[in-house]
């Protein structure tokens, strides 16, 4: 005797957080229902022209926005940035370049920096034992 296995869901956040999307964009049927992982799965190969849009244009949720800035999500908090923000008003802070977007790339150039040499240093020990 076998079990069928019931279809394996996620609530909409979840299914947003997935597919890149900022939830209160999405329509209205995405957000109230439940999302199998078949339909994430379609959506992500075949995504439908809402979703084509709302990546492409936004709103972006933060860590969207953060990775076109090249910052971190902290940073854009420490920025006072915690609104979703369209792809417009991303590309208008990076002509602008204020000075918290660039001390915070910095910031950002800094700790990836510190983290390839923090793996550098794993694999030499790792090739030393």
Known sequence: MTSQQSPQTMK???AAKK???YLPATPAEFQEGVVSR????RLQAEPPEWL????RDGPHPRPVIAA??????AGLARAGVTDALTTEQIE????EGP????RERTTQAGVRKEAAR???LRKEQAGQD
């Not at 078949?38 to 799965?41: A, I, M, R």
């Not at 000075?99 to 660039?102: N, S």
């Open 12 to 14: 909409p956040a979840t």
């Open 19 to 21: 597919l890149g999307v």
């Open 38 to 41: 078949t339909e994430l799965n």
């Open 52 to 55: 084509r849009e709302l990546r």
């Open 68 to 73: 076109k800035l090249g910052v971190s999500i």
């Open 92 to 95: 208008s802070l990076k002509r």
């Open 99 to 102: 000075e918290w977007l660039e």
């Open 118 to 120: 923090l793996r550098e």
